[in-house]
């Protein structure tokens, strides 16, 4: 069945440390996004990719990195996690070409810094 | 700047009475409006969306929501809740502007009494 996959569902970790979130798809898109999301608050853009070696950054200001080097995997790096960085992430895909086309998420992935 | 207002965080209604949740944008261009809907423990997924044609839109589970070009508006609505709906509402808007990329309001968080 076609879905979107992140891992891990939750990470508590110290500061200082290198993470990586995984974000998985296989639905076919092109394109996919990394949003933030705390209660409340809107979701905010933070990475998206048109396809395959193709990165570019969002609206909010992050201090993570992203990479595509396959279709179906976008994960999202953070080199030296800090408690500013405790949130939602969510990760999204949609077919490329139209801004209608609506957007397929993920579980999301409640990190925790300490 | 692209926005999008949703007028309440948090509505309260027992079973059977009707919503009607608020939603404005702001976004230059030709607009496409969504609509989702994140139940507890599930995904984000699509409620409903408009783009083109007739700006009445019907979704899934009951739902419509209603274009309104000159009130920048896009409410959702519901003429009767079940207990099931109990859920986190988000408005969202896309366009060709702003290089494709969909701007989300900050949610609404929707409790139905049994």
């Known amino acids: 069945e076609a879905d979107i996959y992140q891992t891990p569902r939750y990470l508590v970790i110290g500061t200082g440390k290198k993470i990586t979130l995984e974000c998985s798809q296989t639905?076919?898109?092109?394109?996919m996004y990394w949003y933030q999301q705390d209660p409340g608050m809107e979701l905010h853009l933070i990475h998206y990719s048109y396809g395959v070696n193709s990165t570019e950054k969002g609206d909010l200001s992050s201090e993570s990195t992203v990479s595509r080097i396959r279709t179906e995997h976008f994960p999202l790096t953070l080199e030296s996690a800090r408690p500013s960085h405790t949130s939602q992430y969510l990760c999204a895909s949609s077919e490329f070409g139209y801004s209608y086309n609506e957007q397929f998420f993920g579980p999301g992935t409640r990190l925790t810094v300490l | 700047a692209q926005s999008v207002s949703q007028h309440n965080h948090h509505v309260i209604l027992s079973e059977a009475a009707s919503l009607e949740l608020g939603c404005n944008y702001s976004y230059g261009g030709t607009v496409n409006l969504f609509w989702y809907v994140q139940y507890p423990g599930q995904h984000l997924q699509l409620l409903l969306k408009?783009?083109?044609?007739?700006?009445l839109v019907k979704g899934i589970k009951g739902f419509e929501a209603e274009f309104i070009k000159s009130k920048f508006s896009f409410n959702l609505r519901k003429p009767s809740v079940q207990w099931s709906d109990t859920a986190e509402y988000f408005c969202?808007?896309?366009?060709?502007?702003?290089?494709?990329?969909?701007?989300f309001g900050a949610g609404t968080r929707l409790f139905v009494k049994a």
């Open positions: 969202a808007a896309s366009g060709n502007t702003g290089g494709f990329k969909t701007i």
């Open positions: 639905m076919g898109h092109d394109k």
């Open positions: 408009y783009f083109s044609g007739d700006p």
